[in-house]
């Protein structure tokens, strides 16, 4: 059965800290794996990875896929209050061209 | 704002009811998915069309359905409305949709609507 599973859960850090959040996954005829981050309302693209081992950076987020261990990690370093979300993983997998299966995210809270 | 629109934000109905969400994509997508959001399920993927045609389907009940017009705007139908049913209802769009050469599938998330079945 497809499956993404992410952890922690829940973390919560002062601003300034450097956090590492996960996803590991098991999906036939895999496509791409996506980072989504949900504020209060809909969730905003982050990344998205197809290749093992390069890195994708956007300022203090980088996110880096491992296909031979199915997992991916989102990376924020330097912290601020809002940066507080949920983090979601999702997986695009084959079967049908577009479907997405999601994680059930981390809920990061950054207090100051 | 990722362009893509969502009406009515907010709806409230009895259970038995029947309701349409509505969708405008992204200008220039082709591709509509429909994903309910519940705080014990999570984001689950209902049903995705591409240029009017139905794609894949998820874990849509037999009590909903969707459809995409010729203008790529999209409905969401959902009938005889349980407790169960309340989440809120995303609606994205992506260019592609297509078996193709790209897995690219970057997907534009709506605001959403909150239904609530009372």
């Known amino acids: 059965e497809d499956k993404v599973v992410q952890s922690p859960l829940s973390l919560v850090v002062h601003e300034g800290d450097t956090v590492t959040l996960n996803c590991s996954y098991e999906?036939?005829?895999?496509?791409?794996l996506l980072w989504y981050k949900q504020e209060k309302k809909a969730p905003t693209f982050l990344f998205m990875l197809?290749?093992?081992?390069i890195e994708k950076k956007s300022g203090r987020l980088s996110s880096i896929l491992d296909k031979k261990e199915l997992f991916s990690i989102l990376n924020i370093t330097a912290t601020q209050t809002g940066d507080s979300a949920v983090y979601l993983c999702?997986?695009?997998?084959?079967?049908?061209?577009?479907?997405?299966?999601f994680g059930k995210g981390t809920k990061l809270s950054v207090k100051p | 704002d990722s362009g893509v629109t969502q009406t009515p934000k907010h709806l409230i109905t009895a259970t038995g009811q029947r309701v349409t969400l509505r969708c405008s994509p992204r200008s220039g997508d082709l591709s509509v998915y429909w994903y309910q959001q519940s705080l014990d399920q999570g984001l689950q993927f209902l049903i995705q069309y591409y240029n009017g045609e139905e794609r894949a389907k998820g874990n849509i009940l037999e009590r909903f359905s969707a459809q995409q017009f010729p203008d790529l705007h999209s409905e969401l139908n959902l009938s005889s409305l349980e407790l169960g049913d309340s989440a809120l209802y995303f609606c994205?769009?992506?260019?592609?949709?297509?078996?193709?050469?790209?897995?690219?599938?970057?997907?534009?998330f709506g605001p959403g609507t909150r239904l609530t079945v009372l």
């Open positions: 999702a997986l695009n997998y084959g079967g049908s061209q577009g479907n997405l299966i």
């Open positions: 994205a769009s992506s260019v592609k949709g297509l078996a193709g050469r790209s897995s690219y599938n970057e997907q534009f």
């Open positions: 197809t290749s093992s081992g």
């Open positions: 999906v036939t005829n895999f496509r791409s």
